[in-house]
Every structure is written in structure tokens, then in C-alpha cells.
Nanobody, 123 residues
Framework: VQLVESGGGSVQPGGSLRLACQPSGLIFEIYSMGWYRQALGKERELVASISITTGGTTFLAESVKGRFAISRDSAKSTMYLHMNSLKVEDTAVYYC????????????????WGQGTQVTVSS
């Protein structure tokens, strides 16, 4: 399974970006997907998540509520993170995460990570 993130970049405070995560591979079922971020010198933290098999329930970290939104295009299986009113403290590498059941004989279930995409917010 591969998770490919795109959409990172550099913006000024108050700007917007949209991150995308495209899964591919031997996927039987995706149970949930999420966005994590890791700022320099800090631990990785959960930013947003979406539960795909239980009605699309979403979670947003308190620090991004009202500014970020998570969504998924079920036809493309692509997950998005819509980031508005970006702040300097949003600067981090953003990682896509997915809880996947494989389309193999054993139907193994595991968590996969993307390679990360840099988001830099500065004036």
C-alpha cells in the first residue's frame, strides 16, 4: 500500500492550502484515514481523521477547529485536508495515515503512512 501526499508548500499567515492523499495498492478496505503533523523538534500529533466505514465521522484537533476541514472523495479514494487561516505554528511536515485491510489471502490489516509533505507558514 502506498499513500502519496501532495499539496504542501509555503504560504503567508492567513493563507490557504489543500493537501491530498491518494492511496493505492492491494487494498480491500480502508477503515479510516487521518492527517498527522510533526513540527521540528516536536512529537507527531494527530490533526484530523475520518472514519470511512462508520458513517464518515470526522475529528479535528482543537488547535485547528474552525480553520481546517477533512474530506474524502469516495470515488477516487482521495482524502483532503483543507487548511485556511494558516498560522506560523501550523508549519510542519504533514503525514497521511490509513488503517487498511489488504486484498490478500489473509486479509491482513495494518496502518500505513505516506512520505510526508512540508507546509511552511511564514511572512
Amino acid at each position: 500500500v502506498q499513500l502519496v501526499e501532495s499539496g504542501g508548500g509555503s504560504v503567508q499567515p492567513g493563507g490557504s492550502l489543500r493537501l491530498a492523499c491518494q492511496p493505492s495498492g492491494l487494498i480491500f478496505e480502508i477503515y479510516s484515514m487521518g492527517w498527522y503533523r510533526q513540527a521540528l523538534g516536536k512529537e507527531r500529533e494527530l490533526v484530523a481523521s475520518i472514519s470511512i466505514t462508520t458513517g464518515g465521522t470526522t475529528f479535528l484537533a482543537e488547535s485547528v477547529k474552525g480553520r481546517f476541514a477533512i474530506s474524502r472523495d469516495s470515488a477516487k479514494s482521495t482524502m483532503y485536508l483543507h487548511m485556511n487561516s494558516l498560522k506560523v505554528e501550523d508549519t510542519a511536515v504533514y503525514y497521511c495515515n490509513a488503517d487498511v485491510e489488504l486484498a490478500t489471502a489473509l486479509h491482513e490489516r495494518d496502518t500505513y503512512w505516506g512520505q510526508g509533505t512540508q507546509v511552511t507558514v511564514s511572512s
